[in-house]
């Protein structure tokens, strides 16, 4: 496993903007619930730094330039971005664990063939395919990613990986240069898709019911199987051994 199936992809990073003004900041922590950002002169393509958001706050709580105002201004927010790490996608996991260790970063960016950001990578990304799910204070509770919605059609988030897909709903799904749902569908349509758009594969019908900016985040999953056989999900873990 290389840690292009484990980063969070281009099309899902959160990304300021310069000049970055302390509002901003604010915005991309309630939104994402991140807490380091990759700082870009227009597009991620163009990336000046990492940002660090307790790195503002030690900023603004220190020192004898402590202002009775707790918002840095640009500037001084400019003054804190971090040089990026930067890592291939094609390391595997393993190895990009004990280069991060090694060289004491906790966020890296990561870089396909041609030098052009793929994505970033935390070291909670690289630990959960070790020891599984490491959930923390944003995770949003233990939410199934597929849940069924009649006797033929499930509800599924986009960022689902297809390996899940293929287990938990017996789909057909084919190998690719893509990981999850929504990478699939990006592949299969060729565009960015809409909201309504729909694709066949194998015996089942996608259909994208909620976009989130350009991110597929649900798609109905239906059946088309004369007599569906797909199970439930979880329903292999209780019914197997």
Not at 25 to 43: E, I, K, L, Y
Not at 76 to 81: F, H, T
Not at 171 to 192: A, Q, S, Y
Request: with cysteine; proline share 5%.
């Amino acid at each position: 496993m290389d840690v292009r199936e484990v980063m969070t992809p281009r099309v899902d990073v959160t990304a300021l903007t310069i000049p970055v003004q302390a509002d901003d900041v604010a915005r991309a922590v309630r939104t994402s619930g991140h807490s380091c950002f990759p700082v870009v002169h227009g597009d991620l393509d163009d990336l000046i730094g990492i940002l660090f958001v307790n790195d503002i706050f030690r900023a603004s709580q220190v020192g004898p330039s402590a202002r009775d105002t707790t918002d840095p201004s640009p500037l001084e927010i400019s003054r804190k971005v971090r040089q990026p790490y930067v890592v291939p996608e094609s390391l595997g996991v393993l190895e990009a664990l004990a280069d991060l260790r090694q060289h004491r970063r906790a966020f890296a960016v990561v870089v396909d063939e041609y030098g052009g950001v793929a994505g970033v990578l935390t070291i909670k990304d690289l630990l959960e395919p070790l020891v599984g799910d490491l959930n923390d204070e944003f995770d949003e509770g233990d939410e199934a990613a597929i849940v069924r919605v009649d006797g033929t059609r499930w509800l599924v988030e986009g960022q689902t990986n297809v390996d899940e897909l293929r287990e938990r709903l017996d789909m057909d799904v084919p190998d690719g240069e893509f990981v999850t749902l929504g990478g699939l569908l990006f592949d299969r349509f060729g565009h960015i898709p809409s909201e309504g758009e729909q694709v066949r594969v194998g015996d089942w019908d996608l259909r994208v019911v909620e976009m989130d900016k350009r991110r597929v985040a649900q798609v109905v999953a239906t059946s088309v199987r004369p007599s569906s056989d797909a199970r439930d999900p979880g329903e292999s873990s209780q019914t197997e051994g």
